[in-house]
Structure formats: structure tokens, C-alpha cells
């Protein structure tokens, strides 16, 4: 079964500290991961993927298939971060059939 | 930049009536999907539309679920007889081409409030 994790629910830090979203998947096969972030009253948007290797706003994650983790990195925090965040997860046959974590929001503080 | 619609922002109405939720999504989307967020739960797929016709759906998306293209540019979702547990954020979304080299494109969301 697909499945993805996100266990913190909460994540508070002061703005210029590091950043990591935790992000743990279940899947069979070979998964396409993304992360989309929802700012306040907006929309939910795509933040970044994995295939594109690509770093969005500073924000960076990586696939580690060993440890079935799509984490979500950022060296220094700035209060327009503050928002929610969702990791999902999809196969790479089909639609776009997302699976979607619980979702972490993310605090910045200055 | 385009964004995906969706009328209304927020639908009240009583356990066994009909609602239909609406969306318009981005005009050269080929592919249009439906999720669902129940308060303080995940965001759940329900359904994907394409070439006119359902090409998957959840175990979520029973016989009281629908969904329809009716005029090319208005993409509906209808709940024949809402029951309490559908209350929910509807959330509509397309792309324009198979999932590997398109994000989604969400709307705003239909908060559907059954009492």
C-alpha cells in the first residue's frame, strides 16, 4: 500500500535557523515524491519534486530509497516560510493519484 | 498566470440533498481530479478525469459520487445524497499532461458543510 508519513505536525523555529521537514513513504515500486506547500489563504501549490533535482525558495529534498525518506531542507528559515507543508507521493504509472502526508506547518519566528 | 476556479467557496446544506460542486479548470488542461480534506485529516484523492471518462477513482468515491465535463470547460462534482461524513474541503485540480512532467494545479477549495 502507498503511504506517506509526516510526523511532525508542529515545527517552530526562529527565523535564520535550519529547517527540516521529515518526510517517510511507502511504496512497492518506484514513487515520483513532491512536496506542495500551502501559504495562508492561498492555494495549494507544488513547492518541488524529486526528479527535478531543483531547488525552489531555498528549500531542497532529497530521495533516499534506503531509507524511504523525501526530506525537506532549508539552511536558514525566513518568516514567509511559515506555512503548510505536504508531502505526497505517487506512483510512476497512472494518474495523478496522489498520496498525501498529514502535513507539517512550519512556524518562523523572527 | 491561470489558476483552476471553483464555485462555491463554501456550501451548507443538509444530510440526503444533493450538491454539485464546480470547478474550472485551466483552459488547456487535459486532465482534471477531485480530493477531498475532512478537518484536521490528509488531503484524499477521489477522482481523475480524462478524454471525457473516469480513468481512476477511490474506494472513497461510491455510487454517491459523479463527475461531469459538461460544456468543455466546467468540470462538476456531484453528491447525490450527502451523508454528515462528507463534510469536507473539496479540493479540484488539473494538469495539462500525464503526471512526470506536470504539477497539479489546485483550486481554492469548496468547504461543504453537512448538517
Known amino acids: 500500500a502507498q503511504r506517506v508519513t509526516q510526523p511532525e505536525k508542529l515545527l517552530s523555529v526562529f527565523k535564520g535557523a535550519p529547517v527540516e521537514l521529515k518526510c517517510n513513504y511507502s511504496y512497492s515500486g518506484s514513487p515520483e515524491l513532491f512536496w506542495y506547500v500551502q501559504y495562508s489563504r492561498q492555494r495549494l501549490q507544488l513547492l518541488l519534486r524529486h526528479i527535478s533535482r531543483e531547488s525552489i525558495k531555498g528549500f531542497t529534498a532529497d530521495l533516499n530509497k534506503g531509507e524511504t525518506s523525501f526530506h525537506l531542507k532549508k539552511p536558514f528559515a525566513q518568516e514567509e516560510d511559515s506555512a503548510m507543508y505536504y508531502c505526497?507521493?505517487?506512483?510512476?504509472?497512472?494518474?495523478?493519484?496522489?498520496?498525501f502526508g498529514t502535513g507539517t506547518r512550519l512556524l518562523v519566528s523572527p | 498566470e491561470p489558476e483552476v476556479t471553483q464555485t462555491p467557496s463554501h456550501q451548507v446544506t443538509q444530510m440526503g440533498q444533493e450538491v454539485i460542486l464546480r470547478c474550472v479548470p485551466i483552459?488547456?488542461?487535459?486532465?482534471f481530479y477531485w480530493y477531498r480534506q475532512i478537518l484536521g485529516q490528509k488531503v484524499e484523492f477521489l477522482v481523475s478525469?480524462?478524454?471525457?471518462?473516469?480513468?481512476?477513482k477511490s474506494e472513497i468515491f461510491d455510487d454517491q459520487f459523479s463527475v461531469e465535463r459538461p460544456d468543455g470547460s466546467n468540470f462538476t462534482l456531484k453528491i447525490r445524497s450527502t451523508k454528515l461524513e462528507d463534510s469536507a474541503m473539496y479540493f479540484c485540480a488539473s494538469s495539462p499532461r500525464y503526471l512526470y512532467n506536470s504539477p497539479l494545479h489546485f483550486g481554492n477549495g469548496t468547504r461543504l458543510t453537512v448538517t
Open positions: 478525469f480524462y478524454n471525457n471518462e473516469i480513468s481512476e
Open positions: 483552459s488547456n488542461h487535459l486532465y
Open positions: 505526497a507521493l505517487s506512483g510512476n504509472t497512472g494518474f495523478q493519484k496522489l498520496v
